[in-house]
Structures are given as structure tokens and as C-alpha cells.
């Protein structure tokens, strides 16, 4: 679990929503394929990752994808993802987005607005620190970004998904 909090947090580091090309078998294959592989590098570098993850802590995205550019770390995670077909980081976060939010049924959908609710009301208590509600706030955007790419989401990329449901339901849950 804590290897796929830094696959979340190096994918949703790039969150925009720019149009995006549909999904295909190749590339839900690809993606498949590479989380895998992503999240037992980010459990063999889960100290590094963690040092980084507490540096990027409270900063805009811009200056997180400026950070992580320059770590040390970054050409050998960009090299790995290029061998499973993803041109970029941006590539393989805007593939994960696509795939989530295809694979995203209308009671996750539901459960997802409940936990922004409740993280809202936890963000106003007063038992709530400066580096909780940080953390409150990032899984928020986190969350709404998902949501966003849910909306968006297109009958086709449900269609393509949908040889691989069971098995990417699987890979959100782990």
C-alpha cells in the first residue's frame, strides 16, 4: 500500500485536463503492464520517494513537476516508463486518469463526493494541524481531479476497459 501512495503521488503530480486521445487495448495493456513494475520500483525506493514526497508537501503542481524533474531518481523512473510505451510521466498519469475514471462506476463515484464532504468537515476542525490539513488538501485534489476525468469519460474508453474491468478494479483497490 504504501508503494501505490507514491504512484499516486508521482502520477496525480501533473493534473490537467487537456483533451486526451481514447483509450485502446494497447494502451490499457501498457498501463497494466508498467503499474507492476512502477509500484515495486517506488517500494525499492520508498525512502527516496518518501523524502521527496515530504519536499513537494504544500507546493503547486508546477513547482512539484519543476522538483521531481530535477531529482536524481527521475531519468531512471522515466526510462522505465518508456519501456512500457509512455512518452512521458504526463503520458502514463493521463492514461491512469482515463482508466480510473472509466472503470469508475456511479456508487464509487458517490463514495468519492461523500469523502470530500467528510474531509471538508475534517479541514474545519480544530483538531486538524497545518501538516493534516495539507495532507487533506492534496488527496482532495487528488480526488476531484479523478472525479473530473470520471465526467469526462467517453463510452468508447468504457468499451475499451471493459475486457480489463475486474483485473484494473483490482489494481484501485490493492
Known amino acids: 500500500m504504501r508503494a501505490l501512495k507514491y504512484v499516486v503521488t508521482i502520477i496525480s503530480l501533473l493534473v490537467s485536463f487537456s483533451s486526451f486521445a481514447a483509450l485502446t ?3 490499457v495493456e501498457n498501463w497494466m503492464a508498467a503499474i507492476p513494475a512502477i509500484e515495486q520500483w517506488s517500494s525499492d525506493n520508498g525512502d ?5 514526497d515530504s519536499k513537494v508537501q504544500g507546493l503547486s503542481d508546477e513547482e512539484a513537476e519543476a522538483m521531481l524533474k530535477k531529482e536524481s531518481f ?3 523512473f522515466s526510462k522505465m516508463i518508456n519501456g512500457y510505451g509512455f512518452d512521458s510521466i504526463t503520458e502514463l498519469k493521463e492514461t491512469s486518469f482515463e482508466i480510473f475514471g ?3 462506476s456511479p456508487e464509487m463515484v458517490a463514495q468519492m463526493e461523500e469523502g470530500l464532504a467528510q474531509s471538508a468537515a475534517m479541514l474545519e476542525s480544530e483538531y486538524a494541524n497545518e501538516a493534516m490539513k495539507k495532507n487533506i488538501e492534496a488527496g482532495q485534489a487528488a480526488i476531484t481531479s479523478l472525479l473530473e476525468y470520471a465526467k469526462q469519460t467517453t463510452d468508447a474508453d468504457r468499451e475499451a476497459i471493459a475486457p480489463y474491468l475486474t483485473e484494473i478494479e483490482q489494481m484501485m483497490n490493492n
Open 25 to 27: 487495448a494497447t494502451k
Open 102 to 104: 472509466a472503470a469508475m
Open 74 to 76: 527521475y531519468p531512471e
Open 48 to 52: 527516496i520517494l518518501e523524502q521527496f
